[in-house]
């Protein structure tokens, strides 16, 4: 397993500097430029790419960028702050958006997790097509719309939660963008649960377990859910990812200083740091995630952890 993960993180860096390489030739090719101010003359826009660097070959500039990288300096803004280095502008956002997001994925992934439960236990019975019907709500309904609901219904209504995002009551503001964001997890969740312990429970090492005496919580925690949480986990993993980094619709709806509206504001204005900063955090963010997804694979299931050692 030690090898295993060795191995894992090496492609994984290996990985992020592909991504890189990638985003830098991309914002290369893209029509426009940092410095689009028509105020601006030929030798003023001159003057500033060789202040920054950007009248250099692509490949130089990239292998000074990965230079910066590798000592955490992400560069600095060219237009949405200009010469404010992206780490200041990151860490005042970034915060906020992982914490709704991470709310979200608990609240979602254990509501969710519950009711496709229920609904597996209780199959072919009006609990079940309860539960069936709110996962299909919740798959079909886009999380602005549930957020639009909430922000009526529990801000201004009944006046429970604040309507816009304030700092200052962080938590509470973060009640209704994390219910809202949740939503579509937990349907997927409760979908996925559902139809994995119907197919564990109709399997024959069940049959076996059920036969030298097992029943109850023991027969469907330690076995059933134990054996669909599997599936369960690489559903839920790229989901992370979305909710933690934010969504750009809800932010807006409750105006979330998050990074979901700090990425849409630099590809509007091309500012290329920002861009690349962005999409290289979840990038990053993403592959760690799959790789603790990886070790929760044989955490769970033994099975899987000998067969690695096995390669």
Known sequence: MKKYTIKRLITSLFTLLVIVLILFVLMKLMPGSPFN?????????AALYAKYGLDQPVIVQFFRYVGNLLRGDLGVSYNISKNT??????????????????????????????LGLIAALKHDTFIDTICTIISVIGVSVPSYV???FLSYEFGFQLGWFPILFNARKAFTSSVLPSISLSMFTMASIARFTR??????????YMLLAESKGLSGRALIFRHALRNALIPIITVLAPLIVDLMTGSLVVEKIFAIPGVGSLLVNAIQS?????????SFIYSAMYILIMLAVDILYGVIDPRIRLAKKGD
């Open 37 to 45: 101010d028509e105020k601006l003359s030929e030798d003023m826009r």
């Open 85 to 114: 280095p992206i780490s200041q502008l990151v860490q005042t956002r970034l915060p906020i958006s992982l914490g709704i997001g991470f709310a979200a994925v608990v609240f979602g992934a254990l509501v969710g997790l519950i």
């Open 146 to 148: 549930f957020a639009l």
């Open 195 to 204: 139809s994995e312990m119907m197919e564990v429970m109709g399997s024959d």
């Open 270 to 278: 091309n500012d290329y740091n920002v861009v690349i900063a962005m």
